[in-house]
T-cell receptor, first 115, second 109 residues
């Protein structure tokens, strides 16, 4: 079983749909992250949760809504998205946020296409 | 502003050596990271440098010069499986990771 699993791996949705991305980590980590990865662009940090509390929200549009019910699960709720939101959404975890070594463990991502 | 620069794409030959460069400008500095990402897969941690010098891990080595804001990843004895994107990231004074756009490495037989 991989350390960080994401579902679904692929998602196609219309601009008026509501969908959710799910992430689960089996590493006993305390921090979880959502990143957006677009082609030929740097990873964009969207949200950070530490011990289920949101500690970072990098000016992400409200059509993206995160939820962290416990330290092992993280969701990204999607509503009224735009075509430019099409990207790979990566979930990651680390022992603690901002730890000095900074090693992140990533899931394989959810490839989102907005029509 | 904070910025990371690395080449968009590089090509090398199987069995050869390749060096992927990364320059960074950050507000403070708490280390430089390299991640490998195969197409359709998760990025995986390769190395972390916080002091000047070369860190070697098997076929992969990473170098850091803090005074020059410069790092490189050196891959020796290239194998076809090394074809991937290599992501450079610097940690700033707030322990935030600033990412480069990645270097796509193509290995030819």
């Amino acid at each position: 079983e991989t350390g960080v699993t994401q579902t679904p791996r692929h998602l196609v949705m219309g601009m008026t749909n509501k969908k959710s991305l799910k992430c689960e980590q089996h590493l006993g980590h305390n921090a979880m992250y959502w990143y957006k990865q677009s082609a030929k662009k740097p990873l964009e940090l969207m949200f950070v949760y530490s011990l289920e509390e949101r500690v970072e929200n990098n000016s992400v549009p409200s059509r993206f809504s995160p939820e962290c019910p416990n330290s092992s699960h993280l969701f990204l709720h999607l509503h009224t998205l735009q075509p430019e939101d099409s990207a790979l959404y990566l979930c990651a975890s680390s022992q603690d946020p901002g730890q000095v070594t900074g090693e992140l463990f990533f899931g394989e991502g959810s490839r989102l296409t907005v029509l | 502003g904070q910025n990371i620069d690395q080449p968009t794409e590089m090509t090398a030959t199987e069995g050869a050596i390749v060096q992927i460069n990364c320059t960074y400008q950050t507000s403070g500095f708490n280390g430089l990271f390299w991640y490998q990402q195969h197409a359709g897969e998760a990025p995986t941690f390769l190395s972390y440098n916080v002091l000047d010098g070369l860190e070697e891990k098997g076929r992969f080595s990473s170098f850091l010069s803090r005074s020059k804001g410069y790092s490189y990843l050196l891959l020796k004895e290239l194998q076809m499986k090394d074809s991937a994107s290599y992501l450079c990231a610097a940690m700033d004074s707030n322990y935030q990771l600033i990412w480069g756009a990645g270097t796509k490495l193509i290995i030819k037989p």
